[in-house]
């Protein structure tokens, strides 16, 4: 699965904002058609986002698309201008039931059985930010077209009338559930906007609390902040070079028939060892190995 570490919005409707996200070695540019885009540009941000899929080459960076969400009267005409020019993957916000991705996933579907492209090979990224969409987590998260779940704060705190603060305490429930069902379904779970974009100290502090939750990557919308959040969910040097020591001492004692060894002082057994390989694999993908 792709690596989604930063997932960096922009208005769809501002070519210019497109192309300098491609120039920003993100892992993933999401055109938006949604709440960045205003209600009498829409049209225009439909336009915009099929001719940059056409015209414009996004490297190393994923191309995805955020529609309007289901029942709005505006997602079913935000794929017919959009999808045909493969985007790699679609944002759906505002998820609040299973019924709403089986939607989306058969509108791609027919999509890919037109064009002749592989079947499930455009993906889709679940927003879910209401209380039913948080309810809902159990059957929402076993759609096999899902690649990630993305958690947002704003929109869940005003469907529970809680008041943001800077703890963020009236939103852990819910931020917490978002990576519980991510990880039981091998999903990724991206974690809130962090608004205040000239902030980097704070930034950094709340990127790192994600990843400490288990966000495998976070929801951007500043260049100022690709860099900061790329850093917090890729695994540090010294966890990486702790990961390896840990996996070469476990892996001789295994050839020795041990399950649980001491390692620098510590008790190691299964989980740690899992632990380990995934700051591996999170390392290979961020290419720091
Ligand atoms: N993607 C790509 N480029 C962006 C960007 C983004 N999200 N946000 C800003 N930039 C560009 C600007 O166009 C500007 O480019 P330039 O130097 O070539 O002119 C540069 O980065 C510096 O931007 P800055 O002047 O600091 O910000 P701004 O006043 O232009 O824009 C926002 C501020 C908040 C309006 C803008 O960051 C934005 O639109 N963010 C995304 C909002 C969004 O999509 N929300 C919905 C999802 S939650
Ligand atoms: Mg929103």
Redesign the pocket.
């Known amino acids: 699965m792709k690596s989604r570490r930063a997932l ?4 769809g409707d ?1 070519r ?3 192309e ?2 491609i120039t ?1 070695g993100v892992d993933s540019i999401c055109m ?1 058609m ?3 885009t205003a209600h009498n540009r829409k049209e225009k941000a439909r336009e915009t986002i099929a001719t940059a899929l056409q015209e414009l080459d996004f490297g190393n960076a994923e191309k995805l698309i955020r529609i309007n969400g289901f029942g709005t009267g505006l997602e079913a005409d935000d794929l017919a201008a959009t999808l045909k020019y493969h985007p790699e993957g679609v944002v759906i916000p505002k998820v609040e039931s299973l019924a709403q991705i089986e939607w989306l996933s058969d509108q791609i579907e027919a999509m890919e059985l037109s064009k002749g492209w592989p079947l499930n090979h455009i993906r889709i990224l679940a927003g879910v930010e209401s209380t039913k969409g948080i309810i809902n987590l159990k059957e929402i998260a076993t759609h096999p077209r899902l690649d990630g779940l993305i958690f947002g704060a704003e929109d869940y705190a005003a469907s529970i009338g809680a008041t943001r603060t800077r703890g963020g305490l009236e939103i852990l429930y819910a931020r917490s559930k978002v990576v519980l069902h991510a990880a039981a379904n091998e999903l990724q779970a991206i974690d809130i ?1 962090f608004v205040n ?1 000239k902030d980097s100290v704070n930034l950094k502090i709340e990127s790192l609390q994600g990843a400490q939750m288990g966000f495998t990557g976070k ?1 951007i ?4 902040q690709v860099g900061p959040v790329q850093e917090a969910f890729s695994p540090s040097d010294a966890a990486i070079d702790y990961a390896q020591r840990l996996l070469e001492a476990f892996e001789a004692a295994e050839a020795e028939g041990a399950g649980a060894i001491a390692f620098e002082g510590k008790m190691i057994d299964m989980p740690l060892v899992k632990s380990a390989r995934s700051v591996i694999e999170r390392a290979k993908a961020a290419g720091k190995l």
């Open positions: 960096l919005y922009m208005p501002s210019p904002k497109i300098k996200a920003l938006d949604e709440d960045g906007v974009y929801q919308i500043h260049p100022n």
